[in-house]
Each structure stands twice: as structure tokens, then as C-alpha cells.
């Protein structure tokens, strides 16, 4: 693309307009066109957005449009050997459409508590744990020394033999002992303190965890409702798509750009959509079917 | 036996995993908690999933209760005792009063 000037569209009016960008013949790559799209005029322009890319950066094409919505980020790119997660994106153009949910209101609570619940960091368990594995062997040793001490003594002793000596050492061992015994319990209360501060970030942890398994189970709920909704108008879509299926029994199993193209249909865009496939005979009718502002490419 | 428990969806989906791919090292799996056989190999795969999700996965040695050893016969009498009573509705404080058996508040403050 070297020499060629930076491609900048104005796509700003909106969908109402439906217009069609036919870029062909403009040698653009369709991936940057799409990204265009999706960063906005912003990103494009923004102090970032040149001079960290240098000559590349400069350009990137700029497409000037509205933010698009959730479902852009699904089929707002139909390109050949795409894939598409049907039900997710029939739930997008649902919304898109302004498609709510009785799951709305309890949803927007759930996440509102998410967003506000902090989790203590957990405390660091291994040094303290470490710290106590050592120590018991240390007293193990230790006491096993005393023990021994202790009948070399009572049988020199018995036997009249000079121990004083031996009555030093098991008095050193039995003095290290206590020190060791001390160093244990001290450790042993710092894995005890540990613990309980551990147990303080679980409950945490655990609160977010029934907490996100509820989000989920209603983002389920709503999906579904959602895609119950806009399912008959996906199907008579899918119906009428170009190069689509002769029957529709399987309404989730179609190919991508089928399947895009069909829930484009009822989806209700805000940004153009980029089109890198042939099934209209031009931009024009793409534009028409999609009822979009269109940028083929 | 080795208790595992994970406190957040990730956590509980890889234990789901180890769970499944290591069928032999499973004792018992609760949702999100299993219980893995006391091997260095089921130590292995509990550190592993510590050490995937930090905070998240709990790991604990669990061993045998016997009552014999752990417990009073005295403790051992009143559950059976208690679960024999007559009437349903009896709190086990008022039944302990009447009958004799360990005071629960006693027992709360013992430790096994």
C-alpha cells in the first residue's frame, strides 16, 4: 500500500441512509477495514494511534461511523469461511433491536454486587507452612538427642562413671529444646493466623462464586427468551438468503456466511457493516438486504 | 484422603477436569469439592490446580473419624440415645438435662 493515500470514510449519518462503500477496486485489506470499524475515528487518529506505528499506523484506514453495537462484534465482518455462534448472536440482535428480558432488572442487580464485592488477596500460606514443616523435624531431632542424653547419663550414673560432661551436653540439648519447641509454636500460630485470614478471602471467594453462577444462569435465561424471540424472523432469513439452505431444519447448523447474513438481516445495526462475500450482485443490495450501511470489500 | 475444594467457576471447571481425567485418584467428587486418594500423584494434580488458580482451590488432609478413638463413650451413648427418643420435637439441651448425657455446650468448648 505504500504511496497510496489513507483511506478515510465518512460514515457518520448513520445506517438510516443505507448507504453502499464499494472499496474493490482500492486494494484495502478487508481485516483493517473491519478494525476500522470497530476502533472508530478515535483510536484511528488518537495520539496513539500514529506515531507508535510509525508509516504503518499512518495508514490504516479511518472509517468515521457510530459505535457499534454488540452484534457487530458477531456479523459485522461477513467474510467467506466465518463462523458464527448462532443463539449468542440471535440474542445480540435481539438486543439490538431493543429486545429486553424478565431477567433484565435481577441481572443488572447481580453484576451491580459483583462489580462492588472485593476479595481479599490471599495470605501467603507456603512460607509459614514451610517454616512449621522445618521446625517439626528440628523438635524431632532435637528431642531424640535429649532422650538420648538423658540414659547415657542415668546409666553412667549407675555404673559410677564421671558424667558431667554428658549432664552439660543433655543440659545444651535440653535448653536448644525449649528454643525449638518455642520456634515451633510461633510458627504454628503463624499458619493458624494464615489460616483464618485465608478463610476470610474464601468466604469472600465463595460469595463471588454463587454470585457469578447466578449471572450466568440468568444470561442463560435471557439468551434463550431472547433468542425465542427473534427466532421466526432468523428462520424466514434464513429462508430467503442468497446461495442458503433449500430447507431450514436445522436453522443452527448453516453455514457462517449464511448464518451472518441471515441474523444481519434482523439485526438492527449502528455501524456499517464489512462485506467480503459475493452472494448480492452489488454493494447495493447488500446494503438493502442487511437494511445497513455497507463497506464492500 | 485429600480434600479439594475450588471457590470460583474456573477453579471448579479445571478440578471438573482432573476429575475426569484422572478417574483413579478420584475418592469422591461433590460438585465443586472431591476428595483424592492420599497420593503423591493426587498431591500432584491438587498443587497443580493450587497453582493454576491460587487463591481459589483450597487443599486439605482429611483422616479417618473413629469414634472409639476420637470421642467419650459418653458422646457416643447420647447420639444413639438422643435418636432414640420418644419425642420428636425434644431439644437436645432439655434431653441432656433430664437424662444425663453430655451438656452441648460442653461439648462445643471440647475440642476432639
Redesign the interface.
Known sequence: MSGRERLVLDLEDGDASRRAVDLRDRGVDPVRVAAAVREGIDAATGADGGGDAGDEGDRRPVVDCRAPRAVHDHVGFVRPSMSVRIRTTLAAAARSRGGETPQDETLAAVREKLAELTVPEPPNLDAPRERLAGTDDAVDRIRERVAALRGRVQAGREAGREVSDLEAELAEATRELGERETERAAAQEAVERAERLARESRDARERRRRLEDRRANLERRARAHLVERIRDAYEDALRAVPGGPDDVAEPFAVDGVTAALALGRVADFRAPVVVACDRFECPRAVAEWLEATVIRV | MLLV?S???AA?GTLRNICRTHEEVVVRRFG?VALLAETEFAAFQALRLREKH???V?IERTRPFNEYEAVDGSIREAAKAYEDRERPALPYATFAESTGYPDPERMRETDL
Do not use: A, L, P
Open positions: 475444594v471457590y470460583s467457576r471448579r465443586r491460587g487463591g481459589d483450597q
